[in-house]
């Protein structure tokens, strides 16, 4: 019995050894195969929501910036005053949830439009060739796709056309389709309209988002900064902190931008093939579809770029992608005039000066938050003492480029600072790697025609930590770019970077301004200079009156008030020399050099000093060989 025992045991042991070097053994090279799928329009935007700028804290300054913009645009469209009204309220502090909410009397959306306007990726009428502030048509529907993400709360759209009356919807988006899901739509009634104007749009979110106070302030700087480059905009902006007006403050608009057709020296295959699908139906010759489909491309040179590329006489669309890129080559080898600037549309020098001579800055009243009862916002307005305007005209990356700059000097100004715009947008973040930060940098304030050490002597109270001598001056400095396409360094539009020849036209730009401001700010130095003389002089005047009074036993505040009043005559140029004005004084017939003469001589009009004084004799003798020295003839020197 043990032995049987013994002997299954073994047999046992033995099968379960090779079972487990069975499981030891390193299993087949498996083969992976990839998986392609297609993920959605708005399901890529929302993962990679950085390229939007909509990441962490930025997620509600943000949604301030997209619909400040849309509404802005909406206005320009049709050349509209803008009136805006943003309110940002808290809804629940426990969650972090945030209602946004924007209304603008701007041209509204058509009924049927506004579900894919509002919630669609890649859906806009963004995607042309013009000037316009936003890029990529997608901040609405980030706020959209956020809302519908985070809360469960709809989006809430008003829409007022000149088609139609005012409309109501309560949208979502389908994150997952990148389609519009409509829950609600009605006709809205007068009584219960919330867009009063003509025509009009309004836009209310719910949003999870936290607000830092960094944050908040970059949003308050924001609105006051848009304000600035948009006087001619009403904006009514409402916190929990309070309500703020920024009053139109001139009715003169800028032209609104236009349209225009690519340069041909930016072609590529893409553009060439979508121009010929735009004439398709037509059945026009390549040779007219270059003409009508690129700005500064005549018949004739449209007809000698064919004849360059050797390409056979047919239909446009028979041509195939080599012969296609045999034109798009010799388009880029090919000399053509400077592309149009007319459709742009910049700042201009009335409307700039206008905002940079009203810059607001939004306050927190501390009186009404300390009392317990609701704070208050209030705008405060900052009137330099001279302003003046620069522009130039260039081409970057093939796109017409027009650069403004401004210069606010002095006044109520006490401080430096930058102001950034593009396309008349506030640029607020990344301003260390901004060529603005750059041109400042290398233009030198000897084009204003003072020195480094003038300014940091006069203006060493500042508190600053630059190593630019400019940003010891109260001086604000306002750089506009406006294009077709602004070369912004990240995403988030929030930093210009220095392509072509882009630094080049803002250096001249502001030595140009330097130039103009120079006057001026030589004149405030000096006066500065004056008030420390001053000041040092009122500093020792009470030591020597309080000497001499002492000694001569005289009225000590009549010889300060003396002592004073002629040390601020001397400061300011009406006495130049003390001691002339007081000889003169006494012997006011004379002249300055009969008085010279005559002291020289120690005759009329001078006290004859005794003979026996070596110093006066010493005196006597060398004014003697100065005035033969002056009465000597100039030949007679030479000699």
Not at 117 to 132: D, I, N, P, R
Not at 332 to 357: A, R, W, Y
Not at 437 to 457: D, L, P, T, W
Not at 548 to 571: P, T
Request: charged residues 30%; positive net charge; hydrophobic residues 30%.
């Amino acid at each position: 019995m043990d032995q049987l025992t013994s002997k299954v045991t073994t047999e046992v042991l033995e099968k379960g050894t090779k079972q487990v070097k069975n499981n030891l053994q390193i299993p087949q090279k498996q083969i992976t195969k990839i998986r392609y799928d297609k993920k959605a329009e708005s399901e890529f935007f929302v993962d990679n929501s950085a390229l939007a700028g909509f990441t962490g804290e930025r997620i509600l300054y943000m949604s301030v910036r997209e619909l400040i913009e849309n509404s802005l645009d909406s206005c320009e469209i049709n050349h509209i005053l803008p009136v805006i009204h943003l309110r940002l309220k808290q809804l629940d502090p426990l969650n972090d949830l945030w209602t946004i909410s924007c209304k603008d009397n701007g041209v509204g959306i058509p009924s049927e439009k506004v579900p894919v306007a509002v919630c669609s990726f890649l859906t806009s009428g963004k995607y042309v060739e013009k000037q316009q502030r936003g890029l990529f048509g997608v901040g609405l529907k980030m706020i959209a796709a956020f809302s519908t993400k985070d809360t469960d709360h709809p989006l809430r759209v008003w829409s007022k056309s000149e088609e139609e009356s005012e409309y109501y919807f309560d949208l979502r988006t389908d994150i997952g389709t990148n389609k519009p899901i409509t829950l609600f739509k009605k006709n809205v009634k007068n009584d219960e309209s919330q867009l009063e104007y003509e025509t009009g749009f309004k836009v209310e979110a719910v949003l999870r988002a936290k607000l830092s106070p960094v944050t908040k302030n970059k949003i308050y700087d924001y609105i006051s900064q848009t304000s600035i480059v948009n006087p001619y905009a009403r904006i009514t902006f409402e916190t929990d902190d309070g309500k703020v007006t920024f009053k139109r403050r001139t009715e003169i608009m800028p032209n609104p931008s236009r349209e225009v057709l690519p340069h041909p020296s930016d072609m590529d295959l893409k553009t060439l093939k979508k121009a010929i699908l735009n004439f398709m139906n037509q059945k026009t010759t390549l040779q007219g579809i270059l003409s009508n489909s690129f700005q500064k491309m005549s018949n004739d040179k449209a007809k000698e770029i064919i004849s360059k590329a050797g390409l056979p006489v047919k239909p446009a669309d028979k041509y195939d992608e080599h012969e296609l890129i045999r034109v798009v080559n010799i388009c880029k080898h090919t000399k053509f005039q400077s592309p149009n600037t007319d459709h742009l549309s910049p700042i201009g020098e009335k409307i700039l000066t206008v905002g940079m001579t009203s810059e607001y800055s939004i306050i927190l009243n501390k009186e009404t938050a300390n009392s317990g009862t609701q704070t208050q916002l209030s705008a405060k307005i900052l009137k330099p003492a001279l302003t003046a305007y620069s522009s130039r005209i260039c081409v970057v990356t093939n796109r017409p480029t027009i650069v403004e700059c401004g210069i606010a000097y002095g006044g109520e100004i006490q401080s430096f600072k930058l102001f950034r715009f593009a396309n008349k947008i506030p640029l607020l973040y990344d301003e260390g790697s901004d060529v603005a930060r750059e041109v400042i940098s290398e233009v030198g304030i000897n084009k204003m025609g003072i020195s480094k050490k003038e300014v940091k002597e006069q203006y060493s109270h500042v508190e600053t930590k630059s190593d630019r001598t400019v940003e010891y001056l109260p001086i604000h400095i306002f750089f506009h770019i406006c294009s077709t396409k602004i070369p912004y360094k990240t995403a988030g539009k929030e930093s210009i970077a220095s392509e072509g020849d882009l630094k080049k036209y803002m250096k001249s730009c502001l030595s140009d301004l330097y130039r103009k401001v120079s006057a001026q700010i030589r004149r405030e130095l000096k006066l500065k200079e004056d008030e420390n003389k001053i000041r040092l002089y009122k500093h020792y005047i009470p030591f020597i009156v309080n000497a001499i009074s002492e000694s001569i036993k005289i009225d000590s505040k009549r010889l300060s008030n003396a002592f004073q009043n002629m040390a601020e005559k001397y400061v300011s140029g009406e006495l130049t020399n003390i001691t002339k004005q007081i000889f003169l004084n006494s012997d006011q017939n004379k002249n300055e050099q009969n008085f010279k003469k005559t002291s020289a001589s120690n005759g009329e009009g001078g006290n004859k000093l005794s003979t026996f004084d070596t110093r006066t004799s010493n005196i006597k003798s060398s004014n003697k060989i100065k005035l033969t020295k002056a009465e000597v003839p100039r030949k007679a020197t030479k000699k």
